[in-house]
Structure formats: structure tokens, C-alpha cells
């Protein structure tokens, strides 16, 4: 069998063993929730329902609308009526920044100069420019940051990866994924908010794009096609991703179409379909060309729980990044999303 680096270039023969860390063996951190919004509320009950971990407070622009929080998605979590009380709370070891993308490089900062680990939601920032400063502030304070991409931590995904590895489709060729969901026009809201650095991209897309980018690394061209709502943000957008070794990846995003969110992964020797809902823990089902099909079968629950996982074990060995989603993944992934946004010709304010 040929190394594993001749089917993708970013797998290694450890992809082969295609499991994750036990979520309930990862050391005991303690949280504190920055924005109380619904990905906040999914995080929080992650921690609390499959991890040894803990939310022990929250920070919201109200006291009141962090003590709402934390008693739906975080019971005896401290409720504070600010995001610089947060930082401030010397309980806290570690600041998930779950506010919109347009703010995350100023709570981002304010986390990190407060002397706390931080995970920031995706994308870290809106544009490599932004992600730079924050990844130079956390260089300079010696914290750990991670930028939130958990679908590279889940089960799925790793036995996608160690399937690819084996050899079992041959060489990876093309990759197909989209995450298209169809939402009803209103300037109001932050899909379609410029302030909010809103569009199908920076929300959806970047979950196609790391996709692709988690099996075959910075492409060598990049081509995009794509409409804009009538706030100017991106509504409807095609990617297509080429490498120099002749690979591509055909990705679509959208805030106008309802879409299956699958996934697919065609090598030269048979294919790896994820149906639906490519990014959650889910089902997939390899097909090689000479050899009988399979099926694996994953684990339900919040996914959000391995990332989790993953930093209270950095945090505890005293690492300041993560080696299953880099500083480096993180620039990379966002310079496509910069190149895609300025062929479609979206610019947010103060850009």
C-alpha cells in the first residue's frame, strides 16, 4: 500500500487507527460562556451533559439574560452582566467567545488580555487580517487558542479520515459538499446584517471549505461564482477548489436553498458518502470499488462536546494550540473564505 500522504496530503498513517479520545477521559476544566446565544446554549449543554468539565459562569450585556442562560443551559453558573466581567472571573479557565463573527477579534482580545485560554467560535475572525491580530495576541500572552472548527474532532470524521488512509478508495480525486439552507429575507437579520458580518460564507460555507481543506490542505486555484442579497452580502455562492496534484473540491453555500448537507469523497478506487448534515455526528457509508461496502454508525449527542475535550487536554499539558486544528488550518481556511468574499465582491463595514 502506498503512504497514506499519496491518497490525501494531510493524513498520516495515525489516521488509520480512526478513533477519538474517550470525551469522559479528558481532564476537568472550568468554562465561562462569552454571548448567550443558541450556539452558546448547544456548547454549554455539551460540557455539562458529556464531558467532565463545567460552565461555571456566563457573560452577557445583561445580568439578566446571563442568569436566563445559565439556569436553562448551565444550573449554578455564575451570571455576570458584562463580557469584562467574565474575563475577569477567577474561576474561569478557559473563554468560549460565542458572540457573532463580526465581534470575535474584540472579545477574542479581551479574553486573551485578561490572561485566559480561549476558544473562539468560527470563523475566528472575518478575515485573516483580524485572525492574525488574535493569534499574535495569544502568541504573546502564552495562552492556548483554538478557533471552534469541531467537526474535525468528531467520531465520523475520523473514521472518514482512517478509511482514506487505509487506502480503501485509492486516491482522493474530487470532494463534493454543501451546506445550503433556505432562509426568508430580512435585512434585520444577522445572515443578511453586513454589520454583522452576515452572508451564506462566513456561516455555512466555511463548513464545505474546512471540509476540504481538513483532507487535501490550501488549494492552488480557487474559482467562485455567487449572488448578494440586496444588503450586499453573499446569498448564494459555488466554490471550486483545485490542488496542483489534479484534485478538486466542488462546494456550494447558500442562505436560499434547502439542501441535504451531505458530503461526498471520490477516490480513484470507490467513494465515502455522508448523506446528510456532513458537519454533526453522523453516519457514513464507504463503497470501494473491489470490496463490500460498509457502514459506520456514530455516535449521537452535542458534537460540540469533543472540541471540548480536546482543549481541557491541551489546556491541562500546557499546550497553546491544538495539532488537530492549527493556528495554521485556521489562516488557511480563512484566506480561502477571504479570496472567495472578494470574487463575489462582498466588503463589511470598516474593511
Do not use: C
Not at 487580517?129 to 495562552?143: F, K, N
Not at 483545485?242 to 453555500?253: C, F, R
Amino acid at each position: 500500500m502506498p503512504a497514506p500522504s499519496a491518497y490525501a496530503p494531510r493524513l498520516t498513517a495515525a489516521d488509520a487507527d480512526g478513533t477519538v479520545p474517550d470525551l469522559l477521559e479528558a481532564p476537568a476544566i472550568r468554562w465561562g460562556i462569552l454571548g448567550a446565544g443558541n450556539i452558546a446554549a448547544s456548547f454549554s449543554e455539551g460540557v455539562r451533559d458529556r464531558t467532565r468539565s463545567s460552565v461555571v459562569a456566563v457573560g452577557s450585556r445583561s445580568v439578566e439574560k446571563a442568569a436566563e442562560f445559565a439556569a436553562a443551559h448551565a444550573a449554578g453558573a455564575r451570571a455576570h452582566g458584562s463580557y469584562e466581567d467574565l474575563v475577569a472571573d477567577p474561576d474561569v479557565d478557559v473563554v468560549y467567545v460565542a458572540t457573532p463573527h463580526s465581534h470575535h477579534l474584540e472579545h477574542a482580545l479581551l479574553a486573551i488580555r485578561a490572561g485566559k485560554h480561549v476558544l473562539v467560535e468560527k470563523p475566528i475572525t472575518r478575515s485573516v487580517a483580524e485572525a492574525q491580530q488574535v493569534l499574535e495576541a495569544a502568541r504573546e500572552a502564552g495562552v492556548f487558542l483554538m478557533e471552534a472548527m469541531w467537526t474535525r474532532f468528531l467520531p465520523h470524521v475520523a473514521a472518514l479520515r482512517a478509511a482514506i488512509a487505509r487506502g480503501e478508495i485509492g486516491e482522493v480525486v474530487t470532494i463534493e459538499a454543501e451546506f445550503d439552507i433556505s432562509v426568508p429575507f430580512d435585512p434585520a437579520h444577522r445572515l443578511f446584517a453586513p454589520e454583522l458580518a452576515g452572508g451564506a460564507l462566513l456561516d455555512l460555507g466555511i463548513y464545505p471549505i474546512a471540509f476540504a481543506h481538513d483532507l487535501l490542505g490550501t488549494p492552488s486555484s480557487i474559482t467562485v461564482r455567487g449572488t448578494r442579497a440586496a444588503t450586499g452580502v453573499d446569498d448564494h455562492v459555488a466554490v471550486v477548489l483545485e490542488w496542483d496534484g489534479g484534485q478538486q473540491a466542488i462546494l456550494h453555500t447558500s442562505t436560499r436553498a434547502a439542501g441535504p448537507h451531505a458530503a461526498t469523497v471520490i477516490g480513484t478506487q470507490g467513494r465515502i458518502e455522508i448523506p446528510s448534515d456532513f458537519f454533526v455526528p453522523n453516519d457514513l457509508v464507504v463503497t470501494p470499488a473491489d470490496g463490500e461496502q460498509w457502514h459506520f454508525d456514530s455516535p449521537r449527542g452535542e458534537g460540540k462536546a469533543y472540541e471540548a475535550a480536546e482543549v481541557a487536554r491541551r489546556v491541562t499539558a500546557g499546550a497553546t494550540a491544538s495539532d488537530r486544528h492549527t493556528w495554521q488550518d485556521t489562516l488557511e481556511v480563512m484566506a480561502i473564505l477571504d479570496e472567495a468574499r472578494r470574487q463575489v465582491g462582498v466588503v463589511y463595514p470598516g474593511e
